[in-house]
């Protein structure tokens, strides 16, 4: 079965740090670029960044950029989102997707707050 699970999510302070991650199962993972999204209430899903098949070629949104750092493990499937320097803005559901095959996992809630 192809699959992502995400999980790391949690209710942190603003100014903290949080790593989400996500493992793959049913595809080769070395293959694709991985992406993180993010979906905020009431708005609409925001890319946050993308790794390649690598990990040599990362890109991130400007929201994230200097803060967030993603990595990316092919000998144990996972692709990681380090965030630090956390504010209420980034709360959000955060998504982890695969290209090729196009898989999404199911989301992990990350709330900034104090």
């Known amino acids: 079965q192809v699959q992502l699970v995400a999980s790391g999510g949690e209710l942190v302070q603003p100014g903290g740090s949080l790593r989400l991650s996500c493992v793959a199962s049913g595809f080769t993972f070395s293959n694709p670029v991985m992406l993180w999204y993010r979906q905020a209430p009431g708005q609409e899903g925001g890319w946050v960044g993308s790794?390649?098949?690598?990990?040599?070629?990362?890109n991130y949104a400007d929201s994230v950029k200097g803060r967030f750092t993603m990595s990316r493990d092919n000998g144990k499937n996972s692709f990681d989102l380090q965030m630090n320097n956390l504010k209420p803005e980034d709360t959000a559901v955060y998504f982890c997707?695969?290209?090729?095959?196009?898989?999404w996992g199911q989301g992990t809630q990350v709330t900034i707050s104090s």
């Open positions: 997707r695969a290209l090729s095959p196009d898989v």
């Open positions: 790794i390649g098949a690598d990990g040599d070629l990362a």
